[in-house]
Nanobody, 117 residues
Framework: QVQLVESGGGLVQPGGSLRLSCVGSGFTFRNYAMSWYRQAPGKEREFVARIRGLHFDSPTYAESVKGRFIISRDNAQNTLYLHMDSIEPEDTAVYYC?????????WGQGTQVTVSS
């Protein structure tokens, strides 16, 4: 059973930093591209960042987070990360880990990030 479990969310002040984690299980983690999405209150879920499986070069980012967020992974630990810097109030959302596995999207339960002073 493919499973994704996110952690690391919380309350952070504007300008602060946070690191989200996502542990994958039930599939060969290193072989799959992994992504982060987020969903703010009243809005649709949106793409944040994506990193390939075996080759980590050229990850892709949403324009809104370029230069502030970094996606990374540790294939030995089956873990995906999202390093968030210079956090803005607009980054408040539930953050989801995603893998496209056998023609279907698999999502974690999400982790809440709230940006407030």
């Amino acid at each position: 059973q493919v499973q994704l479990v996110e952690s690391g969310g919380g309350l952070v002040q504007p300008g602060g930093s946070l690191r989200l984690s996502c542990v994958g299980s039930g599939f060969t983690f290193r072989n799959y591209a992994m992504s982060w999405y987020r969903q703010a209150p009243g809005k649709e879920r949106e793409f944040v960042a994506r990193i390939r499986g075996l080759h980590f070069d050229s990850p892709t980012y949403a324009e809104s987070v370029k230069g502030r967020f970094i996606i990374s992974r540790d294939n030995a630990q089956n873990t995906l990360y999202l390093h968030m810097d210079s956090i803005e109030p607009e980054d408040t959302a539930v953050y989801y880990c995603n893998v496209f596995y056998y023609n279907r999207d698999v999502w974690g339960q999400g982790t809440q990030v709230t940006v407030s002073s």
